[in-house]
C-alpha cells in the first residue's frame, strides 16, 4: 500500500510518501500525474528499491533513476514535466487558486524509464495541493486605476502587506499571493500590463500606478502600518526595486532574479524618466532543437551610455533582499545583484542582504513548484532557455521561501 500524507495540504509544505507490502529489494516506480487548468497532463517518475522489510520512505530512500535521483521527498513533485503526447516547455503553474491541484502518486513493477510504458500499478494514492487556506479571502481590485487581487488571510489582522509581482509575462498571477495570504500576509497580486483595461505591452510604466497600489494596501484596516513590502521576479523584479527607491510607502523590497538597471520599457515617476535598457536581437542565439538563448541580449548596464537606465537604489530608505539562481539563463541576473551591492556599498549603506543559489535559474517560485529549464515565451512565442539544474533549483526554491518570509516579517512587523 502506499500512503502519502497529509492527502491535502498547503501547496509550499512537503509531504511524506511511504510504501509498505512489497517484497524484499523489490525494483518498483514511483510516478507522480496532474493536469493543469486547461487540461495538459504533467508527470514524473522515480527508480526505487524495497529495502528488507520490503518497505520504502521517500524521506531517507534514494531514487537510483528517473527523472531525479538521490534522497529528495519532493522530487516528484518538482520534476512534473509535461507528458510526451503534450506540447513541450509549459510550465505547471495553477490559473486559479480557489481549486486544490490534485496529483496522482502511483507506485509500478520494475523499473520503466522516463516516457515508456511503466508495468503493472501495484498501489496508488491521490493528493491534493491547496495555494489557498481556509478562510483567506481573494478580493478582485478596481480601485482607481488599480487591478488585481487581494489575498487576506483568516482573522481580525492586522497582517504584514505586500505587493507581489510577476515579469514579462503579464496578466495576472496569483498562486504566490495566496500562499503569502496562507502564511500570514495580506497579499496584492498586482498585474501592470495585459490586463483588462491596463496597456496590452511593455512600452512605458508610470511609477504613480505602484504607488496607488502601495497607498491602497498601506491605507487597508487588514493591513499593518506604517510601510509595505514588494516581491517581484524578473521584471516585477526590477520595478520592486524601483518601488523601494522612490515610494515612501515601501520599506522592504525582495528581488528574485531582478536586474539593477530599468530595462525595456521607460519609467516615468513625475519629471524624472528612467530609459529603458534594450535587448539586442541580434545577440539571441538559437540551438539546434530550436531554443532560444537570449542569454546576452540585454544592452550592457556596465557601458557608461547606459548609465541613465540605472535605479538608484542607495536612495532606497528602506531593506532590500536580492535572490538570485547563479545559472540563470534569461540574463545575467548575479553580475546584476553584484553590481546592486556595489553600488549600495559606495554609497555607505549595508541594507542588503543576498541569497545566491549554484545551479539555480531564473524562475525561482515557493517549493516544489515544478522545475522548467526551458519555457514557452509568451512574448516572442517562441521556447526560451531559463537555465538551472532540476535538483539545485528545488532547493533554492525551497530554502529561498522560508528567508522570503522571514524577511518580510522582520522588516513589516
Not at 491534493?128 to 478582485?140: C, D, N, Q, S
Request: charged share 20%.
Amino acid at each position: 500500500s502506499l500512503a502519502v500524507s497529509p492527502a491535502a495540504g498547503p501547496a509550499d509544505e512537503p509531504v511524506e510518501t511511504r510504501v509498505v507490502g512489497l517484497s524484499p529489494g523489490q525494483p518498483v516506480t514511483l510516478r507522480a500525474v496532474a493536469a493543469d487548468g486547461s487540461g495538459c497532463l504533467f508527470q514524473s517518475c522515480a527508480h526505487y528499491r524495497a529495502d528488507s522489510r520490503g518497505e520504502l520512505h521517500l524521506g531517507t530512500d534514494a531514487s537510483h533513476g528517473g527523472d531525479y535521483t538521490g534522497v529528495e521527498p519532493m522530487g516528484l513533485f518538482w520534476s512534473l514535466a509535461p507528458a510526451g503526447m503534450e506540447r513541450p516547455y509549459q510550465r505547471l503553474v495553477p490559473r486559479s487558486t480557489g481549486a486544490p491541484m490534485k496529483v496522482e502518486v502511483l507506485v509500478h513493477q520494475d523499473h520503466s524509464p522516463p516516457g515508456a510504458m511503466p508495468g503493472p500499478v501495484v498501489a496508488k494514492a491521490e493528493v491534493e495541493r491547496w495555494f489557498t487556506a481556509p478562510g483567506v479571502r481573494r478580493i478582485r481590485l478596481k480601485e482607481g486605476v488599480v487591478r488585481g487581487s487581494l489575498f487576506l488571510p483568516p482573522g481580525d489582522g492586522p497582517f504584514p502587506g505586500v505587493i507581489d509581482m510577476y515579469g514579462d509575462e503579464g496578466g495576472l498571477i496569483e498562486f504566490r499571493s495566496s500562499l503569502l495570504a496562507t502564511r500570514g500576509f495580506a497579499a496584492l497580486s498586482l498585474p501592470y500590463f495585459d490586463f483588462e483595461d491596463l496597456p496590452k505591452v511593455m512600452k512605458e510604466f508610470k511609477l504613480e500606478y505602484f504607488e496607488e497600489a502601495a497607498r491602497f494596501l498601506q491605507r487597508h484596516p487588514k493591513v499593518k502600518g506604517p510601510g509595505v513590502g514588494v516581491i517581484g521576479t524578473g521584471k516585477g523584479a526590477e520595478l520592486a526595486l524601483s518601488m523601494v527607491t522612490f515610494l515612501q510607502e515601501v520599506v522592504a523590497a525582495v528581488s528574485i532574479s531582478g536586474c539593477s538597471s530599468n530595462t525595456v520599457a521607460d519609467l516615468h515617476y513625475g519629471e524624472m524618466t528612467l530609459p529603458g535598457l534594450r535587448f539586442d536581437m541580434n545577440k539571441v542565439s538559437v540551438s539546434d532543437t530550436g531554443v532560444f538563448d537570449i542569454f546576452e541580449a540585454l544592452d550592457d548596464p556596465t557601458n557608461p551610455a547606459n548609465s541613465p537606465c540605472i535605479i538608484p537604489i542607495e536612495k532606497a530608505e528602506g531593506h532590500l533582499l536580492l535572490v538570485v539562481g547563479e545559472d540563470d539563463r534569461i540574463w545575467k541576473s548575479s553580475l546584476y545583484a553584484e553590481l546592486a551591492i556595489r553600488r549600495l556599498r559606495q554609497h555607505g549603506k549595508e541594507n542588503f542582504e543576498l541569497l545566491s543559489y549554484p545551479g539555480a535559474g531564473h524562475r525561482i517560485d515557493p517549493p516544489s513548484t515544478p522545475f522548467c529549464h526551458v519555457a514557452m515565451d509568451r512574448v516572442l512565442g517562441v521556447p526560451v532557455l531559463g537555465g538551472g539544474e532540476s535538483k539545485a533549483h528545488a532547493h533554492a526554491q525551497e530554502h529561498s521561501w522560508g528567508k522570503i518570509q522571514e524577511f518580510l516579517r522582520l522588516h513589516l512587523g
